[in-house]
């Protein structure tokens, strides 16, 4: 009986899992070491049939991806994004500049001299406005997380 | 039988990562919402026609036009009113636009009219050059989460609800929808789809919204 609820709601979480459009890939703990600056690579995962507006849209109304990163022992410094693709779709009669599939977002960080060794988590949020070719999601903001240890 | 224990198992393992995945990210209530919108969205394109009897009342709103004028489905008494919820950062969105433009121009001696309500979280601020941008003359409104509700939860768009003569709702379009659809449903309440029942005078009350999920759910 216990099993089967717990399957019940595992199941549930699963389908609730499937449902954002956008959501942060696997992400591999990061090594830096202490007063350095280190890359940081965040993957993105976007769910087939979708796509999101880039960084640089070509219409000034439609939203960019934007994201940013809370303050801490790790500063960011800038953020790079892929290169986006340029899309047509039956929607619109001009090119859309997009990300589709699984992506990358690169964060540069430099670590507090005066931060201690040891594991640590950096926090950012990355906002988005996803479309399919059929409608299009309100603007949602999702938050992202990634590991660090830090080193002497 | 050990088959269906072994599948169970590897369903609790599959379904343990991607709910702690899920937990990591958002809130159920964030993730339910926007569960709403993926289903919404992979609805098939063109509803058709409701019978006359199926129909349900249009929930009764007030909203202000650009010049804050209220604007509510009293006012389009008698009218078939083609209703459409878009936002300025929707690009399917801006495509049915002009139809609705051509469509209102063509049919408003007949008795037919659009309103149109903007979702954008910068209501007029981004919605007013837009419109001017684009030469929209129909009616527009500044629309709000309340009213979404009213309408079933507007959680993608573009949604259009087609509205007869009575104030009842004859179609519900969930993303875009080809030109001829709404040009054979604007043909079809304006040349028909009177209601039998002529003891239902109140058409416009708010007795519609509680009753709008059991249509869309139809």
Redesign the interface.
């Known amino acids: 009986m216990l099993?089967c609820l717990?399957?019940v709601?595992?199941?549930s979480?699963?389908?609730?899992?499937?449902?954002?459009?956008l959501?942060?890939g696997r992400t591999e703990t990061v090594k830096a070491k202490i007063g350095s600056t280190v890359e940081v690579k965040v993957p993105f995962e976007l769910?087939e049939g979708f796509h999101v507006n880039s960084n640089t849209p070509l219409?000034k109304?439609?939203?960019p991806l934007k994201m940013t990163w809370k303050d801490g022992i790790l500063g960011a410094q800038a953020v790079t994004f892929p290169k986006p693709v340029m899309g047509k779709?039956k929607?619109?009669k001009d090119v859309?500049s997009v990300f589709t599939g699984n992506f990358e977002v690169t964060t540069k960080f430099k670590v507090a001299p005066t931060a201690p060794p040891g594991p640590t988590a950096v926090n950012g949020e990355v906002r988005y406005?996803a479309?399919?070719?059929?409608?299009?999601?309100?603007?949602?903001t999702?938050?992202?997380?990634v590991q660090v240890m830090l080193v002497n | 039988m050990p088959t269906l224990h072994i599948l169970?198992r590897i369903?609790?393992a599959?379904?343990?990562g991607?709910?702690l995945?899920?937990?990591?990210?958002?809130s159920?209530d964030?993730?339910?919402k926007?569960?709403k919108?993926?289903d919404?969205?992979k609805q098939p394109?063109e509803d058709k026609i409701k019978p006359v009897a199926e129909r349900q009342k249009a929930p009764a709103f007030e909203l202000k036009d650009a010049t804050g004028v209220p604007v509510t489905l009293a006012l389009y008494k008698d009218k078939v009113v083609l209703l459409n919820f878009w936002?300025?950062?929707?690009?399917?969105?801006?495509?049915e636009l002009p139809w609705f433009q051509e469509f209102e121009s063509k049919y408003k001696d007949q008795g037919f009219a659009v309103v149109g309500i903007s979702?954008d979280?910068d209501g007029w601020k981004?919605v007013k050059p837009?419109i001017e941008e684009h030469k929209l003359s129909y009616r527009m409104v500044v629309g709000n989460e309340r009213v979404g509700t009213l309408y079933g939860g507007i959680?993608?768009?573009?949604?259009t609800f087609m509205i007869d003569r009575q104030g009842k709702i004859a179609s519900i379009h969930?993303?875009?929808v080809s030109k001829a659809t709404y040009q054979k449903e604007i043909d079809e309440l304006l040349s028909g789809g009177i209601v039998e029942d002529k003891k239902d005078a109140s058409l416009f009350d708010t007795g519609g919204a509680s009753q709008l999920a059991f249509f869309r759910a139809k």
Do not use: H
């Open positions: 099993r717990t399957l709601v595992l199941a979480s699963l389908s609730f899992a499937q449902s954002k459009a959501v942060q769910r219409d109304t439609l939203i779709y929607f619109s859309l406005q479309c399919n070719d059929n409608g299009c999601q309100f603007p949602t999702v938050k992202v997380v | 169970s369903a609790v599959v379904s343990l991607a709910a995945t899920a937990c990591s990210s958002s159920p964030e993730l339910a926007s569960q919108a993926v919404a969205m394109l936002a300025t950062w929707c690009v399917p969105c801006k495509a979702m979280e981004a837009f959680d993608s768009l573009p949604q969930t993303g875009l």
